[in-house]
């Protein structure tokens, strides 16, 4: 269980994460989604120790987590991670050597399945294949929390689907809470469970994907139709042009009339909607 109280980050005089309180109390996919800058990977450097906070707690299965906690039970790999250059095949050697939990069948499978050169020093690899060592690393570690920073930066399409695959086996093989940050939203649709979104610091959203698919709408026509179909329910945000308004509901769809158009969002409208636009929101 992941568990942050009031957690806040500064840089001098900058608030990267601000006022953050968040559980996640049960194993899943979870997609982290936010714009450059949105604190992101401050966030997870936070859950895995690697940076003190400014303020509040944070806690990873009852064990307070700080820069100076021993076996965290967390696995964190960045994105543009860094490794000694090593081969291939040396550098899961060694991370089988040092974790007693190391799944050695599952990183050679992986190696197998994305023709990874075992001999070949890391150096000498892809930005694309350097990742997909390091995601590999990271999930046959079996610890309890998994966090991938940007794990699809240098994929290919078909690279990208084979990681979701392997993402999606690596839980079945070993339910825990797998963490994974990325800007390319629909692609991961379909491998996770809940989805957090993070904005200027603050946690804008955690829901389950299906509370999204069943609740997300833009409702669409004359303001006084709109508002009164809309009235008493949760506006995300609403557009104007002319005497035509679009409301973007997070709630129950309201009823439909001929005077109304109503279509549920995509997961990328449903984010743009949440953080794409200056100004407050509401939610």
């Known amino acids: ?16 994460l601000k006022n953050v309180t968040l559980n996640i109390d049960e194993p899943g996919i979870y997609c982290l989604l936010g714009r450059n800058g949105a604190g992101k990977t401050t966030l997870l450097k936070s859950i895995a120790g690697y940076q003190n906070i400014t303020e509040g707690q944070i806690q990873v299965d009852g064990k307070e987590i700080t820069p100076s906690t021993l076996d965290t039970g967390i696995s964190y790999i960045e994105n543009f991670a860094k490794h000694f250059n090593l081969p291939v095949r040396k ?8 974790n007693p939990n190391y799944d050695d069948e599952f ?6 399945r994305f023709e990874l050169d075992g001999k070949k020093k890391f150096h000498h690899l892809s930005l694309g294949m350097k990742t997909m060592v390091s995601s590999i690393i990271c999930l046959a570690s079996n610890k309890s929390v998994i966090l991938l920073d940007e794990p699809v930066l240098g994929f290919d ?38 989805l957090i979104i993070i904005d200027k610091g603050c946690i804008r959203f955690f829901d389950t994907l299906r509370a999204v698919e069943t609740k997300a709408f833009r409702v669409s026509g004359l303001k006084k139709d709109v508002d009164a179909a809309t009235e008493n329910l949760n506006i995300i945000r609403q557009d104007t042009v002319g005497g035509l308004v679009t409301s973007y509901l997070f709630d129950i769809p309201p009823i439909k009339t001929a005077s109304l158009e109503i279509h549920p ?18 939610q």
Not at 165 to 192: C, G
Request: proline residues 1%; aromatic residues 6%.
């Open 107 to 112: 990183a050679s499978e992986m190696m197998e």
């Open 157 to 194: 399409a078909i690279m990208r689907v084979e990681f979701y695959e392997m993402l999606t086996e690596s839980f079945q093989k070993h339910p825990r809470i797998i963490i994974v940050s990325t800007h390319i939203i629909e692609e991961i649709a379909k491998t996770i469970q809940k």
């Open 91 to 98: 550098l899961l050697q060694i991370a089988s050597e040092v």
């Open 1 to 16: 269980m992941i568990k942050l109280t009031n957690v806040t980050k500064r840089y001098r005089n900058v608030s990267v």
């Open 265 to 282: 969002m995509s997961l990328q409208d449903f984010f743009i909607q949440m953080v794409g636009h200056t100004g407050g929101a509401k």
